[in-house]
């Protein structure tokens, strides 16, 4: 039940991430020569880059049997990657990207943001187990 709310909980931060994405995208663009955008479009960039580090993210609290999962986790994020950079990269004017580019740009956001998911996943597997032993009656 927990995973379900936590879910819910996560769908303020995708507007909130949306809405960052959106006003730091407006500072970096014009130093890159590329539009600025829209909320919508911001949007976009988010879950796109939300679906390329999820595995990641998940992968984070299993320890070493959690890597097996990362390697089809991988794949399947360069796809998604590849595809919506697709539907986003005409929008800026910008080159659509092959399977290796995406997966090259993949392992790059995982290595950037790797630190940060498994420090997230180690601590909530902590927080879980102090929650466990409170509920133990003392003595047990």
Known sequence: MTSYFRILAAIPGFFLSSL????LWGV???????????YPMAMLVTITLWLAVAPLAAMGRFHFFGMF????????????????WG??????GL???????????????????????FAAGRASGRWAMWRERRRQPPGA
């Open 20 to 23: 960052i994405t959106m006003l």
């Open 69 to 84: 999962g990362a390697v089809p986790g991988f794949f399947l994020s360069s796809l998604f990657l590849m595809l919506l």
């Open 87 to 92: 539907v986003i990269a005409p929008q800026f």
């Open 95 to 117: 080159d659509t990207i092959g399977y290796p580019t995406a997966m090259l740009i993949t392992i790059t956001l995982w290595l950037t943001v790797g630190p940060l998911a």
């Open 28 to 38: 970096i663009a014009p130093r890159f020569g590329i539009d600025t955008t829209g």
